[in-house]
Structures are given as C-alpha cells and as structure tokens.
C-alpha cells in the first residue's frame, strides 16, 4: 500500500463538473489499494476576486483580515470535493489548514510553514478515508489564519508529503508535465520524463510557471518524489507527466542542457557615474533591500576616471517604485550622474546539469543569438544555467533558436 499526496489547482477544481471529475480520479487511485491525501485550490479566479472585494473596503487590505478573506476559497473546494467523494461511494473528510494544525510564523500573506501535526490524518488514513486538506493556508501561534503567498498550494502539498513521508506527491495542473520550453512559443517542445530538482529549481526561479519555487525548494530538502500530472487526460489514456528527482536517482546520462527558461516581467535599472570606491554596492542596493525589493541580474561595469556604472534588474512590477528610491535617495547621496531605466527586456536562459562536464555551452549560446542579430545587454552564470537579458521584442526568436542550438527538439 502506498500513501499518495496529490494537490490539484484552480483550473482542475474550476466546476462542479471539473471536481466531479477530480472525485472519479481521487476513488480510482484509493481503489488501486493506495491511501490519499488531496490538496486543493480555489476555485480558479476565486482569490482574485476576494482581493478585489478587499481592495473595494479597503485600498491596502489589512494582512490578517486579508488571510481570513482569501483562505475561504478552498474552504469551498474542500467541503465539495468531499461532496463529490461521498456522492460516489468514497469515504471523505475535509481538513482546513488550522483543523490540520499547518503551523506556520506570523507573516500574513506570505507566511511559511513551521510544523505540521499529522497525526489526526494518519488515523483517518487508517480508518479508510480520503483525506482533503485545503491549500494555500495555515495557522500562527495566536491562531490566527495565515496564507502561503501566490502558488501556495504547491507548497502545502509538499510539506504534507514530507511530514506524512508520502510515497509521491503528485501535482495536478492544467499541462501534463514540464516541458523543454513553453509550447506555445516552441510547438516542437518535448516534454520530460524527468528532471532533477536543482534544474526544476532553476526553471521554477527563471520564468517556469508549472511549480511554485518555494514547493520545489521544500522538496529537494526534504527528499519529496515530485511528480507533475494533467488532471485533463482521459481516463485510460493518462501519462506518467514529469518525476522531479534527485540527480543521483538517474541512471542515464543527463543532457548537457535540459529547458530553455525565460521571464518576461523584467526591467532594468543603471546607476551612472558613481564613485568607484569600496561599499558602493551597499550604497545603491540598500534602500533597494530595505524597501523589500527583490533585485536579481547585477553588474558593475569596469571603472574610469574614478567613477563607475552600475545595473540590476527588479521585477517589472517593482519597476517605477525601485527607480523612485534611486532618485530620491541614491542620486543624492552617492553622487551618480544619472539614473536610467528599461522596462522592455526580458530574460533567457539555458537550463542543464549537464553543463558542468560539458565546456563551451555559454560560447555556444552567446553565438548563436550573434548571428540572429540579438545583443546581449547582462549576462548571469551559475554552475548549471547561463541566464541574459535581451530586448523584449527578441524574447521569442531567442527561445526558440536556443531550443533548437541545444537539439531540444529531437
């Protein structure tokens, strides 16, 4: 007997008809002789519409009174899906965050799990039921409802797999695995059997919407088997979707490069002429980090003259209000000469463990976007990706010449 965990999104719970759907795919797996937990969303468009009822009260929404608003959402799913479970002859029981004790810290809106207490799971378990728990939510120490941030869901599911040592965690979304690139760009993707957690991990931070990060980071630490699923495909015609695993747990050789990555919610910002002295850095990203900005690709260039130059991008959102804080406070008391930003640009990346034996994959990159004619503006390493930042309007015409350089559609 194996304990399955499977976590459903928004889109798979986005009907009654959908979770009906969701039911019939929860009782076959209980019926193969597996014990289940299922973890769901809201409804798709649920949270974003609770947010828009808070910002109608309340321009910015109060965080704890916000967690209490959105965690209704799967509230709701919870209670159907286990309608839908009973109405087919399947034992159920819903659980919410706090009637599981998800115990978490006091961050509201993007609080992270602590602890979890399982035990009452494990005796329904035993009992014959399948579980529900509700995604995306937890309780703090006073009590008080807490929620995981955007994709939290994800997250939760992990984390219950990790405390209850499932043998699988299983996501269900609306694609059927990872994909070397995103399809809709490159129509001759492939997907993955498998990829390790450090690429997912990569991909996840880079751009890749088919895992939340913090999921993907939780379990690589904690050793989860992660599978990726449609809860979209017939029934009998279902695939095996993509196993995240530890590189360790193949037996083949890994390719040199595994996905072509990319965001478009990128811009960029350059600090000129500032004094060329120890502790500029500090000077210009401090206020940046105090602002709790998230700051990702930097670069100072080579000095002269006693000055130098310096970028970062931020997340485009973030965009008007970093470029703000360099004006009002960097430009006065650093001493730059100008302050210029670039809202249009995106970034690119190869993604592959297979880099680290492999030399010449950046020349090889870099080559190829020369003869398409695409000037590479800032360029980041790490032992398994080679991430730049190009025009937005390139975005496309880079993927998919670097899809094809690397043989990703073979």
């Known amino acids: 007997m194996a304990l399955i965990v499977q976590k459903y999104g928004g889109t798979s719970m986005g009907s009654p008809e959908r979770i009906k759907n969701v039911a019939k795919r929860v009782a076959r797996w209980q019926a193969q002789g597996n014990q289940v937990v299922v973890v769901v969303s809201a409804m798709s468009g649920e949270t974003n519409r609770l947010i828009g009822l808070a910002k109608e009260i309340q321009a910015s929404p109060d965080p704890r009174e916000l967690d209490v608003m959105v965690s209704t959402g799967e509230q709701v799913t919870i209670a159907l ?6 109405g087919i002859g399947v034992d159920a029981k819903s659980y ?11 961050a509201h809106t993007k609080a992270r799990i602590l602890a979890i207490e399982e035990s009452n799971i494990r005796a329904d378990l035993d009992s014959g039921k399948v579980i529900i728990v509700a995604g995306f939510q937890g309780v703090d120490e006073n009590g008080d409802v807490t929620t995981l941030g955007r994709g939290g869901s994800d997250t939760t599911g992990v984390a219950l797999a990790a405390a ?16 070397t690139t995103d399809p809709r760009i490159v129509p001759e993707a492939r997907k993955l059997e498998r990829i390790t957690f450090e690429e997912m991990l990569e991909m996840a931070s880079l751009g890749s919407k088919v895992l939340q990060i913090r999921s993907v980071e939780f379990a690589g630490k904690y050793k989860v088997k992660l599978r990726v699923l449609s809860s979209f495909e017939e029934e009998g015609k279902e695939t095996n979707g993509t196993l995240i695993t530890l590189e360790e747990d193949s037996t083949m050789e890994q390719p040199i490069i595994s996905g072509i990555a990319f965001n478009r919610d990128e811009a960029k910002l350059t600090v000129l002429g500032v004094p060329d002295k120890p502790g500029i850095a500090y000077q210009i990203l401090g206020p940046i980090s105090e602002a709790n900005i998230d700051v990702d690709m930097i670069i100072q260039n080579v000095g002269h003259d006693g000055t130098t130059d310096f970028s970062f991008t931020v997340n485009r959102s973030e965009y008007a209000r970093a470029k703000k804080i360099l004006e009002e406070s960097v430009q006065k008391h650093v001493g730059a000469r100008a302050i210029m930003g670039d809202e249009k640009i ?24 020369a ?40």
């Open 81 to 86: 899906l286990a309608m839908a479970l009973k």
């Open 371 to 410: 003869e398409e004619g695409i000037n590479i503006q800032m360029i980041s390493t790490s032992e398994i990706k080679i991430s730049v930042v190009v025009d937005e309007k390139y975005l496309e015409l880079a993927v998919r010449v670097l899809h094809k350089t690397f043989g990703l559609d073979q």
């Open 346 to 369: 995106c970034k690119v990346s190869a993604v592959g463990v297979g880099m680290r034996s492999h030399p010449g994959v950046a020349s090889q990159m870099f080559r190829t976007l």
């Open 164 to 179: 209850l040592k499932a043998d699988e965690c299983q996501i269900y979304t609306d694609v059927d695995g990872v994909y």
């Open 96 to 106: 919410t965050g706090a009637q599981v004790k998800i115990l978490t810290d006091s």
